[in-house]
Each structure stands twice: as structure tokens, then as C-alpha cells.
């Protein structure tokens, strides 16, 4: 059935639905019975097409993307309609759905449980040679996960956003937030949910640049990224008083050492779901801001969605049903030694889904935090940090927790950039919202959300898997990234492998978008509230540390303005300033394949050292430009993989085509 620009096909008891939505894009939705419409997915609304039509012979064409729905028959099977995307200009295969077994089940698989909801299954032809990128921020030190099987489902350090570009010319979105599973193996490509109300799904098609801008265009645009965001940021686990926290402030003046954020962590607060300072460690917060302002430096509070049964706002949260609930047992889903707490008690969460909680939250951070001058939230343990790790029963203003679970880390990001955008229009002025998130989900870019990559350790090998997961949740849509410099559990700032450690940490995380230093060092203690760690400032890891340190942060300096401007074109077409080679050289076919260098920008390729005692390495430049190494400025042609010096105070990086960027100090 034709119905205006689209495709809609019924087949016994099931609906399938294909409508163009966007350029070269479509959005495909099938259920038995009536068709999902909820707004818990990640789409926006209906974006224009490009002259999308239906063609005589039923085929939905949207510019550089041709759908077809065949009745496919098999010899002793059941007939059953299977959805193929094609690239217009060529006719050529981009996906297409493949039955699991030939008689039944189909494409599309339904295992309801007479609620209206299920475990689905939606499959897909798998694909020699094929390569596939994205899938958020994973920890299993891959930037291509053909061959992987994923969990869909937040977990510190692991952040579910189910799109996916392929390397051959499609993007995917599984628009929806249920906990699952997907399969990218060698004879399938399979996405499950544990309990779903149908299938909805949205596929692009493009080069990878093109394919980024149709996703943002179809989940929203990140903002553009306030110019002092863009600076350095000092956090350790953590500054227990006022007078700690500004003496650190003082002391980068003191040495001309450039900061823009200084982070006071958790515990800072008078109880959990308080959301505020604590009177005993921050006696005169006003003067504290005061202070800082004319140094200009920016305050950034930790604010985690925990609540304890002894905060002030616990009964409020309780009664008007703004926690997370349950299936079974009490609304407590974790359990953390607070303020008051001879030992580890229960906590709840507050329900960000829930409008009447957003805006309550929001009048108790304004009242507290806002009205000081705070302006810069990070928003830790917002997967929910659940503890047994069981989403399927929790219960949601939104739906059940197997359906919803994964929305939760981009509707607390929307607590705070909405409280954020309506304080600013009182007061005139532009909210300039950052949100440091542990987690997210697609879409949360448009709520100015950046993304840290959760409680890693402090080890070579976790440097490495960091570099995949950057550049992963780049693909993702998330543009806005970083990790704590160092790692975060361990690392001794006396010891020598970890002061060399943090050096090549630095000289990688000054190319991220966001730099920022974070870490519970030596000697770290039992979480809870009286907890500190060991020193984590820049003149801690001794003085060969600390110069090189120096230099890369004043090399940063003269990088923001370059930065600024590609992160400029990330929100307006979805591009990413840190993005993995084959994004500007997509026919470079070995630019598909190096997963441990990246562009930084189209003029800056970064090839990060990122194993202990290494003084060279290995890098591949891609073909079609000539590069020039930065420091020494020995000059390459594309397509060479060359070997590299680069002592301990060098990393490898090189220019394109005699580009003008402010690496070297004049």
C-alpha cells in the first residue's frame, strides 16, 4: 500500500511501515499490530526529504537511497515480505533482511507475552569484508566490531548507542532503548530486544561524512561548545575543602599554568539528593566563587541522580513518585557509605523521565548550586549505577525498565541543559551548557552533552582501548569526548612507569575535545565520604614530568582556536573534530583499517604512543596528501607507512598539505 511518499505493507497479523525521513534517509517501523510511536526513541520530528517518491513498481526512492519490499518465497518456506536498500545511483546492495531459518521465523520476529510487548528480533544479511563503526563507547579495545557481539545496556565505561556506519555506504540506528543484544557475525547481523512494543529503526546512505550529518539531522545537533570549555581541567578524587580547592586554583596562577575548570567530586554535599555544599567544607561558597571568577576559572559540581533516605528531599521524591521504582523489592537500587553513614547504607534514584522530576530536581540545583555561579554539572553515575545490575526490574515514567533503560543518561542530560536554558532566558544571557556525562544514549548531543570514558584503569593497555572508544563514540554522535588523563583507579604520582604513563596520557588527551585530568591515585582508600586519593596536579609527577606536561598544556593553548572551529562544524553538520582516518579518506581503503591514529580536524592526523618505553612507532599516512612532521618538519607522501622517532617529549603528529596550525611555539 502506497500512502503519500510512503511504503506501507501488511502481512497477516504484522505492519510494516517505510517513510523517507531526511536526506537520503528512511525510517522503518513494523510490529504486530499497531505500529511503535513513541517518543522515548532518539528520533526528531519528521525531518523534510529530498524529493522522495514512490516509483510505479512500488520502490521508495529518497535521493541516494532506494528501498524495495519483496515477497520472498523459499522452497518449502512461508512466503514473507523482506525489506532491501539499495544505493540509487548504482543499483548496488547497501543491506538487506535475511530470514532466520527458511520456513520460519521471518526477518522480523515477534515472541510476545500477551502485554503488548515481547523479545524481538530483527535480521539482517551478513557481508564479506564488510567493516562497522560506532556502537557508542565499548571496552573491548575494538574501533571495528564486525565479528563482535554486543550488549545494548549502560554500564560504567560501557555506553550503549546502538548507530552503526558501515564501510559499505549505510548508517543504522536501532531506535530503541530496550536492553538487548546485537550480533555482528560472520553469517548474520541480528538486533534483539529483550521487551519491545515492535521494530523501529532509521538508515542513511553516503560517505561517512554525509552519513554523519543525515544521523545528526535525524537526532539533533550539538550545540556549539563555549569558548572556555575548550581549556584545561584539574579534578582528583578529591578537594575535601574550600581552601584545598582553591589553593590548586592558586598555585596554576602562580606558575602560569592555564586552567578553565577546577571540579569539586562527590561527597561534597550534605547528604546524597541534598544538592548542595556542605556548610563544614565550604563555609563561605560565595567568596569561593568570587575568587574564583577573577582568576577565571570555572567551578564544575558533581551531581549524582543517587538519593539517600537521609537526604531533605527524600520524602518529597518518594511520595510524589519521582524515583525509580521497582518490580520487586524497595525503590533502593544501590548502596554507598554518605555522609552520616557509619557504613554502606541503600539508595535511590530519581526519575529523570518524569517531567514533574526534572523540573523539582532542577528548582533544588538552581536554588543551591545555580544562584551561587555554578555553571559547568557533571553528571556521574547517570547509566544508573544500579547495584545487581538488573535494568529489567526497574519501573520508569517512561515504561517498564527492559523497554526504557537505556534513555535514562539522556533524559538526566536534559534535566540540566532545559533548567540550564530556561535560567538563562530569565536573566537574558546564553546558558553555555557542559554536561560531563558518564553515559548516553543516541541523541544526547543536543543536549550539550560530553561524555568521559567512566572509571578506567591506569594502565598502557587501557590508554590503547581509549583511543578505539573515542573514535567510537565520535562515530556515535557524540562530538564531545574525553577521559581522565592518567586513568582513573590507580597510578602513583612518585613512580616512575606512571609519571611516564601520564606524560604520553597528556600528549594524547590535549588532542581530545575535552582535556581534562581526573584519577583516584596511590594511595586510594574504601569508597566513602571521608575518602580523598593521592595527589593528582600537574607538579606531582615530578619535574622531567611536569616540563613536558607544561608544553603540552600551552601547546593546547594554541590549539583552541583550530579546535573551535572544526567543533563549529560539528554542530552545524554532524562532522567530529576527532574522527578515525577513513572519514576524510573514505577511498583510501587502509584508512578503513588503522584503528590507533585519528584526524584531528582535516589538516592534524595524531598517532598517539601508547606503549611503555616505545621512542618509535609505526604510522600509516593516507594517500592523496602530503604530511609534514610537526616538530622536525621532514616531509611524506600519502599512502607510506613510515617509522616514526618520537622521544618522550614528542608524539607522532603531522600536518596536511603545509597546513597552517599552531602546534610548534613561535
Given amino acids: 500500500m502506497i500512502e503519500g511518499d510512503a511504503l506501507e505493507f501488511r502481512h497477516h497479523h504484522e505492519v510494516l511501515r517505510v517513510e523517507p525521513w531526511g536526506l537520503d534517509s528512511v525510517r522503518v517501523r513494523a510490529a504486530n499490530g499497531p505500529l511503535p510511536d513513541s517518543d522515548a526513541g532518539a528520533l526528531e520530528a519528521h525531518p523534510p526529504a529530498s524529493n522522495a517518491v514512490v516509483t510505479s513498481d512500488g520502490r521508495l526512492v529518497n535521493g541516494e537511497l532506494t528501498v524495495e519490499i519483496v515477497q520472498a518465497e523459499h522452497e518449502g518456506g512461508m512466503p514473507t515480505p523482506l525489506v532491501r536498500f539499495l544505493r540509487t545511483s548504482t543499483g ?29 528480533h530483527q535480521q539482517f544479511k551478513a557481508y564479506a569484508g564488510e567493516r562497522l563503526f560506532g556502537m557508542g563507547q565499548r571496552t573491548h579495545g575494538r574501533l571495528d566490531h564486525k565479528g563482535l557481539g554486543l550488549d545494548l545496556v549502560q554500564r560504567n565505561a560501557e555506553v550503549s548507542i546502538p548507530f552503526v556506519l558501515s564501510s559499505r555506504g549505510y548508517g543504522f540506528l536501532w531506535n530503541n532503548p530496550a536492553v538487548g543484544r546485537v550480533e555482528f557475525a560472520e553469517n548474520v547481523t541480528r538486533w534483539t530486544a529483550s521487551q519491545s512494543r515492535g521494530i523501529d529503526y532509521f538508515i542513511t546512505a553516503g560517505s561517512p561524512a554525509q552519513i554523519l550529518a543525515r544521523y545528526a539531522d535525524a537526532t539533533g545537533h550539538a550545540p556549539r561548545l563555549p569558548g572556555w570549555a575548550s581549556g584545561f581541567w584539574q579534578c582528583k578524587l578529591r578537594y575535601r575543602s574550600q581552601e584545598e580547592l582553591l589553593e590548586v586554583a592558586r598555585e596554576h596562577k602562580r606558575r602560569g599554568l592555564p586552567l578553565s575548570v577546577i571540579v569539586t567530586d562527590y561527597f561534597h554535599w550534605t547528604a546524597m539528593g541534598d544538592y548542595r555544599l556542605d556548610p563544614a567544607e565550604y563555609p563561605d561558597p560565595e567568596a569561593m566563587m568570587r575568587e574564583l571568577d577573577e582568576m577565571g576559572v570555572r567551578l564544575m559540581v558533581s551531581v ?93 515514567h517512561a515504561g517498564p525498565g527492559a523497554e526504557v533503560a537505556s534513555i535514562y543518561p539522556r533524559d538526566n542530560a536534559r534535566l540540566y541543559a532545559e533548567g540550564m536554558a530556561e535560567a538563562a532566558n530569565g536573566a537574558d544571557g546564553d546558558a553555555e551548557t557542559v554536561l560531563l ?173 601508547a606503549h611503555a618505553g616505545a621512542r618509535r612507532r609505526e604510522v600509516y599516512l593516507p594517500e592523496g596528501s602530503r604530511w609534514t612532521h610537526a616538530w622536525s618538519g621532514v616531509t611524506h607522501d600519502g599512502g607510506e607507512l613510515i617509522e616514526q622517532d618520537a622521544p618522550l617529549h614528542e608524539i607522532a603528529v603531522y600536518l596536511r598539505d603545509n597546513a597552517n596550525v599552531p602546534l610548534v611555539s613561535p
Avoid at 543491506?95 to 524481538?120: C, D, K, M, Q, T
Avoid at 545555580?370 to 544508573?384: F, M, Q, S
Wanted: glycine share 8%; with cysteine.
Fill in 92 to 120: 548496488e546492495e547497501l543491506l538487506a533482511e535475511a530470514r532466520e531459518h527458511f520456513w520460519w521465523p521471518g526477518a522480523r520476529v515477534y515472541y510476545g507475552n500477551r502485554s503488548g510487548a515481547g523479545e524481538i
Fill in 304 to 396: 549524582w541522580p543517587t538519593v539517600s533516605p537521609l537526604s531533605e528531599n527524600y520524602a518529597t521524591l518518594r511520595d510524589e513518585g519521582m524515583l525509580v521504582g521497582a518490580d520487586q523489592g524497595n525503590e533502593f537500587h544501590s548502596t554507598i557509605r554518605d555522609k552520616g553513614m557509619d557504613v554502606p547504607m541503600p539508595v535511590a534514584f530519581y526519575d529523570p523521565t518524569n517531567p514533574r522530576t526534572r523540573e523539582f530536581i532542577w528548582s533544588v540545583v538552581k536554588r543551591n548550586y545555580h544562584d551561587l555561579g555554578v555553571r559547568v554539572w557533571w553528571l556521574d553515575a547517570c547509566e544508573p549505577e544500579i547495584n545487581p545490575g538488573h535494568p529489567a526490574n526497574l519501573v520508569f
Fill in 437 to 609: 556525562c558518564r553515559s548516553a544514549w543516541a541523541g544526547q548531543q543536543k543536549y550539550s552533552a560530553a561524555v568521559w570514558s567512566g572509571d578506567i584503569p591506569a594502565t598502557w593497555d587501557s590508554l590503547r582501548r581509549q583511543i578505539r572508544a573515542g573514535l567510537s563514540i565520535a562515530i556515535a554522535g557524540i562530538p564531545w569526548w574525553t577521559t581522565d588523563i592518567g586513568g582513573f583507579h590507580g597510578g602513583n604520582a612518585s613512580d616512575p612507569e606512571f609519571r611516564e604513563l601520564i606524560v604520553r596520557w597528556f600528549q594524547y588527551g590535549a588532542f581530545c575535545p575535552l582535556f581534562r585530568l581526573h584519577g583516584n591515585r596511590e594511595p586510594r582508600t574504601p569508597t566513602g565520604w571521608d575518602q580523598t586519593g593521592g595527589p593528582n596536579e600537574v607538579w606531582a609527577f615530578g619535574d622531567e614530568a611536569y616540563a613536558i606536561i607544561k608544553d603540552v598544556m600551552l601547546m593546547r593553548e594554541r590549539l583552541r582556536p583550530y579546535l573551535h572551529e572544526q567543533l563549529d562544524k560539528a554542530a552545524s553538520d554532524g562532522l567530529p573534530a576527532m574522527r578515525p582516518l577513513f572519514v576524510d579518506f573514505p577511498d583510501d581503503e587502509r584508512a578503513w583499517t588503522v584503528e590507533d591514529e585519528f584526524m584531528f580536524g582535516p589538516d592534524v592526523l595524531v598517532a598517539p604512543i
